[in-house]
């Protein structure tokens, strides 16, 4: 099932599991006509005959294993009535390779945290095959002013600051030595908290392949680490908004106003 969510700028993102993308595909050509198809490089943009837009994200890691010349190879037949923008069947062959690289699994590591709690793993394709998770105590905010807010304030960030440590020290012993075989890391929860966390200096080749998607999750626990292996190999789709039609008139062809928005 597809999640939808608004989009920055006006539109929506949907996020589709890999194996659903090519019915997400026919879907879209069934509701807008044959699209055209635009790549270079960035996402692949898909322009259906009746004008809607649609921008393909590729899952991450997927550009990384693009750069290293792996993960190719065709996909199924749906990019078969896609036209293309260029000469030949550039468009068609670009988005079948799309959806292969897409489908296609790839060791991801994941660094959930929120203060107080953290969990780690490594997975491959949608399978977790290796994952820790712990918490610690971090008291909680209190409504106390004068001295004794400061000294809680200071107390709290002390504590806070032992469990990033201590997250920290799970990465190092679970994600690092696994860092040359991941083609990304996925992180979730408090960014904060996982900023604090990777500017352990231990880290930074984990922190170099950081990818730029982050999950929104709850505190994290095995099983919102087995949710957030999904998460993480979901295709991010924009929608941007259709223009109204009482508008369009009011447009010049050359305006910049025509050209499409970008998040």
């Known amino acids: 099932m597809a999640i939808s969510r608004p989009a920055a700028g006006g ?4 996020e589709v599991d890999p194996a659903r993308l090519e019915r997400w595909l026919e879907g879209f050509r069934a509701r807008h006509g044959e ?12 322009t259906g005959a009746d004008g809607a837009v649609a921008e393909l994200h590729p899952p991450p890691g997927a550009a990384r294993e693009v750069a290293r010349g792996g993960a190719g190879g065709a996909a199924g037949g749906v990019a078969g009535g896609v036209a293309a923008d260029g000469a030949g069947d550039g468009g068609a062959a670009e988005l079948a390779e799309f959806v292969a690289r897409a489908r296609a699994p790839r060791r991801l590591g994941l660094l959930l945290a929120r203060q107080g709690a953290a969990a780690v793993g490594v997975a491959e394709g949608d399978r977790l095959l290796t994952s820790k998770v712990d918490s610690w105590y971090v008291q909680g905010r209190t409504a106390a002013g004068g001295q004794s807010q400061q000294r809680f304030a200071r107390r709290r960030g002390n504590q806070a600051a032992a469990a990033a440590g201590k997250a920290a020290d799970l990465a190092y012993r679970l994600l690092l030595p696994a860092a040359p075989d991941l083609a990304a890391v996925v992180t979730g929860g408090d960014r904060r908290t996982v900023e604090t966390i990777l500017a352990d200096r231990r880290l930074a080749p984990l922190a170099a392949l950081r990818a730029e998607r982050h999950l929104a999750v709850a505190t994290p626990n095995l099983a919102v680490l087995r949710q957030a292996v999904h998460a993480a190999r979901a295709v991010a789709i924009r929608l941007p908004p259709r223009p109204d039609p009482a508008d369009l008139g009011e447009v010049q062809p050359d305006s910049p106003d025509s ?5």
């Open 11 to 14: 539109g929506r993102w949907v």
């Open 259 to 263: 050209g499409m928005n970008h998040s």
């Open 35 to 46: 699209p055209r198809v635009r790549g270079g490089g960035g996402p692949v943009v898909l």
